[in-house]
Structures are given as C-alpha cells and as structure tokens.
C-alpha cells in the first residue's frame, strides 16, 4: 500500500471557479477525513466519513464546500465560487476503527485562488 | 472541548544541539497525544505517539513522555540534524475516539550545520 494518497498536488484557480480534489485513502481503512490549513496554522477539521456516510461536518465547512465518499473507498472534495480566502493547503487522513489506529495523512493539494 | 498549545517558533540551533519543544493540552481525560512533522512542501508525517499516562513515545531519536501532572507532551532531541529542519505540530483528539484531531500552530525548526 502507498499510503494516503491525493491529487492534484497543486491547483490554481481564478475567483469563482469550482474546483474538486480527490483522496484515496489506505485500502483497508474506513475512517476518512479531511483537513484545510493555510498559512502559518496547523491543520483545521473539516469533515468526517465513516464508510460512505459523512458523519461531521465542521461549521468551517460553508455552503461552498461539499465532500463525498459514494463508496466508502476515494473521497472527493468540492469548492464551488472559489474565494481568495479558500487559499491552503487541503489534507486528506485515514485510519481503520477496527485497529483504532491514529490517522495517517496524504500530501496534501495546495489551492492558490487568484 | 480538548486543545493544545505548544510553543512559537521557529527555533533555531546549530547541528547537534539539544531539542525541546514544549506542548501542552487541556482534555477531558487522558487521550491519546501525537506529535506529527511536515517537511517543506509536504504533508504530515506522524512522527511518534502516547496512549497513556507516563508513556513514551519515540522515533527517530526523538521522545515525547506523556505527562498528566503538568499536562505536557513536550518533544525532545538529544542531537538535531539537518535534516530534522521541518515543522512539527502537537495533536490530540478533539473528543473521545479518533473522529477529529485538533492541532498546535505548529514550531519550525531550522537546523544549520
């Protein structure tokens, strides 16, 4: 297994462009989450999967933003009328509730929103 | 719910120094406490864990001991070298379980030789 894995890497966007990003987690892990964290910060919640069901969803989560995990493996992450303010770096993690293990975390995407 | 705070950075030291990172958190109860590092550009890495009180987590020369009198977790080095020049977060959960972390601001080091 390679790990977390996401992609793209890197996306610049102009103001008002939707933009989606999508996560493959560690195969046999359920648990699937996704983290933004700009500039300078530590990584901030976003929301949470287990399987296909988001079970959380972080109030930093606007309207603009809505993750999917149609079958409990990849996960997608969409931006819609991206803003500046949506510029970081965007971290997805999993980890397995049946080991209970920590979260394992992919690279990451950097948006630039210009 | 739980927090964290660690110390500012960046901290900088010539190779070989002796590290310290100091963190501490505020919980309800004794959860697990990690430290994750992030390289330029990339990102995290978990880099060592406790799952309970007076345990030590270690890799790569580094430790942490859970400490609950002081409600500390601070990160330590006997030797840095350069290529420990990175960013490192402290980070429980912010609840019971594993759901959702919730992470320091972070502490840049930088090693020069």
């Known amino acids: 297994d390679t790990g977390v894995s996401q992609d793209p890497r890197h996306k610049i966007t102009k103001r008002g462009q939707n933009v989606t990003f999508r996560c493959d987690p560690i195969s046999e892990h359920n648990r699937l989450y996704w983290y933004r964290q700009t500039l300078g910060q530590g990584p901030e919640f976003l929301t949470y999967?287990?399987?296909?069901?988001?079970?959380?969803k972080s109030r930093l989560l606007s309207d603009r933003f809505s993750a999917e995990r149609p079958k409990g493996s990849f996960s997608t992450l969409e931006i819609q009328r991206t803003e500046q303010g949506d510029s970081a770096m965007y971290l997805c993690a999993s980890s397995s509730d049946k080991k209970n293990t920590e979260a394992f975390f992919g690279q990451g995407t950097r948006l630039t929103v210009v | 719910g739980n927090s964290v705070t660690q110390m500012e950075g960046p901290v900088t030291l010539s190779e070989e120094a002796f590290l310290t990172i100091n963190c501490t958190y505020t919980a309800t109860g004794y959860p697990s406490l990690f430290w994750y590092v992030q390289y330029p550009g990339e990102g995290l890495q978990l880099l060592l864990k406790a799952t309970k009180a007076d345990d030590k987590g270690s890799n790569k020369g580094f430790e942490a001991t859970y400490r609950k009198e002081t409600t500390s977790f601070h990160l330590e080095k006997g030797s840095v070298q350069v290529s420990d020049s990175a960013v490192y977060f402290c980070a429980l959960p912010m609840n019971t379980g594993f759901q959702k972390l919730v992470f320091g601001t972070g502490t840049r080091l930088l090693v020069s030789p």
């Open positions: 999967f287990q399987n296909e069901a988001q079970l959380e």
